[in-house]
């Protein structure tokens, strides 16, 4: 199963902000500036948004920013739209076993 | 660039299959690649992990053992052999590929379903 916890769901309106939790351990998350984020429409690939807790590759909105505290991380969607209606996973480099541990999952609903 | 899936179905528990993924429009044999599934209204778990080489390989608990992770830099592609499937298993399998130099997932497919019933 998934070993970081995000928060099942978090809605908002059109141009509102919001912001997803991603919580792990201080061997993945807190231990770690390797945290990304993923959007995902169902039967999609899912796309990178954010790399390296704050990073967004060549083409990403700049409506999306990351953050870290602890062994918390955050990802920040800005004047939302209504294509941000996706599914959003966290992913974190891990000193475990697995090196590379995901979330599972927040689905983001525009009202 | 792109990745895709193959090789899903509908198997009993305790049988076999192979599943493959073929990337192009990049130089395949630079890069580290992961399979990762998604169960049933459930999150991403990371499944099996290689190196660009090949030659470190790594799973997840609920699979070792059972799962092979393999890849033919000749063809381009990275396989998971998975055996004495549990109906635990199924899930949709994606093959994703990782950041030359940093730890995230730039390239994903589409992923190829597992069902498993008896």
């Known amino acids: 199963q998934s070993v970081l916890t995000q928060s099942a769901s978090v809605s908002g309106s059109p141009g509102q902000s919001i912001t997803i939790s991603c919580t792990g351990s201080?061997?993945?998350?807190?231990?770690?500036?390797?945290v990304s984020w993923y959007q995902h429409y169902p039967g999609k690939d899912p796309k990178l948004l954010i790399f390296?807790?704050?990073n967004r590759p060549s083409g990403v909105s700049d409506r999306f920013s990351g953050s870290k505290s602890g062994n918390t991380a955050s990802l920040s969607i800005s004047g939302l739209q209504s294509d941000d209606e996706a599914v959003y996973f966290c992913?974190?480099?891990?000193?475990?076993?697995?090196?590379?541990?995901f979330g599972s999952g927040t689905k983001v609903a525009v009202l | 660039v792109q990745l895709m899936e193959s090789g899903g179905g509908s198997v009993q528990p305790g049988g076999s299959l192979r599943l493959s993924c073929v990337a192009s429009?990049?130089?395949?044999?630079?890069?580290?690649m992961m399979w990762v599934r998604q169960a049933p209204g459930k999150g991403l778990e990371s499944v099996a992990y290689?190196?660009?080489?090949?030659?470190?390989?790594i799973y997840a608990d609920s699979v070792k053992g059972r799962f092979t992770i393999s890849r033919d830099d000749s063809a381009n592609s990275v396989h998971l052999q998975i055996s004495s499937l549990r109906v635990e298993d199924a899930a949709i399998y994606f093959c994703?590929?990782?950041?030359?130099?940093?730890?995230?997932?730039?390239?994903w497919g589409r992923g190829t379903v597992v069902s498993v019933s008896s």
């Open positions: 994703t590929r990782k950041m030359l130099f940093d730890p995230a997932f730039d390239i």
């Open positions: 201080n061997t993945d998350v807190g231990g770690h500036n390797s």
């Open positions: 992913s974190s480099y891990s000193s475990d076993n697995m090196p590379y541990l």
């Open positions: 390296d807790v704050s």
């Open positions: 429009g990049f130089t395949f044999s630079y890069y580290e």
């Open positions: 290689t190196s660009a080489s090949g030659a470190t390989t």
